[in-house]
């Protein structure tokens, strides 16, 4: 695996134990990274490095709460102890148990959980890697954030957390573009993961969300992973502060219905 769009690229994802983070893990091993698997579950971030390990490509697990400083601390020195740096950063760990459809019925405990994981665990893992990017000259930092931050979104904690998610990704490219790092989002419409199923097996959605995809399917993590390669990889240089729709084009397809009501 030494050719790849990525290739020789150290790159920490967060949240890599399943669904949409380790579709990205398993598709930057391909091209040719050294995947840090950074994931609460020890069980299921071994899972996705022996995945990984057995198409050839190298990775490392790392227990990780993105909430913990000393964690995240403790995940960029495993990652420099191992491959010596880190030159990518995906950070897509995140929540969305707790949430409700009306905000007077949320939870204050369910609020603070999902921002500290969703907002304050970017935060966090931006911290603590960026030194490591400026020593190295430059990198990438890839957020995923969400179609619920750009578009209408039912859940308000979930919402205004990806949202934050959003106006951090642009603050932090125009902080550290001189010193060679771009900073992006990926905004995923309706993905089958763990999560998305949960939530909709929870009866909070009625499952007709379909309908509202112009591609006619949910998405997969593969699509995601697709889009987050391009933004860690060269091919995008230019490309910094975006933040970038990955949802069947269920964003536009709802606006025109809603201008057309």
Request: with cysteine.
């Amino acid at each position: 695996m030494t050719k790849g769009r990525v290739a020789g690229k150290v790159t920490i994802v967060t949240g890599a134990g399943s669904g949409i983070g380790r579709g990205i893990a398993k598709r930057f091993a391909v091209e040719g990274a050294a995947v840090v698997v950074a994931d609460m579950a020890q069980d299921a971030a071994d899972e996705t490095v022996d995945l990984i390990s057995q198409s050839g490509g190298r990775a490392l697990a790392v227990r990780a709460n993105v909430t913990q400083v000393d964690d995240m601390a403790a995940l960029v020195a495993a990652t420099t102890d191992a491959f010596g740096g880190v030159d990518v950063l995906v950070n897509n760990a995140g929540i969305s148990f707790g949430d409700t459809l009306k905000l007077h019925e949320l939870e204050q405990d369910a609020w603070q959980r999902i921002m500290d994981v969703n907002l304050t665990g970017v935060f966090l893992s931006c911290k603590h890697v960026l030194p490591s990017l400026m020593e190295r000259g430059g990198g990438a930092i890839v957020n995923i954030a969400s179609a619920a931050a750009i578009g209408m979104a039912p859940r308000a904690a979930y919402a205004a957390s990806k949202g934050g998610v959003v106006a951090l990704t642009r603050s932090l490219a125009f902080q550290y573009g001189e010193q060679g790092i771009r900073v992006n989002a990926i905004c995923p419409g309706p993905v089958e993961t763990p999560m998305s199923n949960a939530v909709r097996a929870s009866g909070m959605y009625d499952d007709d969300g379909i309908v509202d995809l112009s591609i006619k399917r949910r998405g997969t993590p593969e699509d995601i992973a697709n889009a987050v390669l391009f933004l860690a990889s060269d091919e995008a240089r230019y490309v910094t502060a975006d933040v970038i729709p990955v949802d069947g084009g269920a964003l536009r397809l709802r606006a025109e219905r809603f201008r057309g009501r």
